[in-house]
């Protein structure tokens, strides 16, 4: 049988879920940046999937693929600064940054990553 | 060797790509619902992913991650009504919904889902 | 101990990350069809995605998900023209395409896979 974990379960979407030795996360948003900068808003969620990812004994040299949405590409470079500084070096996961429309107007960015256990 | 299994192959993509215990969907999009409420093409995408789940022995409570892509944003919430109803009880997916340009006009949404055997 | 490995590491993003038999790819985007067509740019990237497959011992019958951003879905049907002849008969993978805003003016898509060793 399958053994599926889930971490932060709600009614309309988990935290993150777990098979095997692979976690998907859901579309992280800012919760306490929220009308603040790129940068602050970059951080706010970085700092939560460290969070989630200290939960499950992962860490983020461990991540295998992140998705960053952008509210505005114009952002691109500031929202880097964060990230850049945040990637634990030599062990960098893949990537992709795109703009999108975003659930709330008051969100720069939402990220999602996978990540190894 | 590494063992891929495919459903509804077609020349473009298909339908799902199974790896060991992992299904890979294609983005769903609306099938009998074209031209109708968000919320009837969203019941049409479900269904559709209901129908496929059931073909691999899956089913909705193991989908790990889905990822919905809105026309509008503006239908956040009545696409959630369908969503929220659907979704089984403690055991929600990892989920993000973001605004993007759909291949057809007449797609209100999109959605794409990994999931457990 | 989960082993991961990463190839084309660099401080920002790795081109692709592998867990297992899976390979995650960072979003790939046109290196010598700046400016160009659409089918330059679709043939520039998949040329690249071919040759990570190659250095990773896979190849284009053995991705699992596919995930298309074109900066303008009016270039659908000319970048399928140039999928479509890629694609392996009868092994295409799960896909997805939609519109996005892409990091820079002169991308007209950028193209993710997920491909199993």
Known sequence: ??????????????????????????????????????????????????????????DRSKILQATIWLADIASYETMNEVWDAWVVAGEAPARICIESGLAHPGYALEIRVIAAL
Do not use: N
């Open 1 to 58: 049988m399958t053994d599926i974990k889930r971490i932060g379960v709600a009614a309309r979407y988990s935290d993150l879920v777990i098979l095997g030795d692979t976690a998907y996360f859901s579309g992280y948003v800012p919760e306490t940046s929220l009308g603040q900068s790129v940068q602050e808003q970059t951080r706010d969620i970085l700092g939560q999937i460290d969070q989630s990812l200290a939960e499950i004994g992962s």
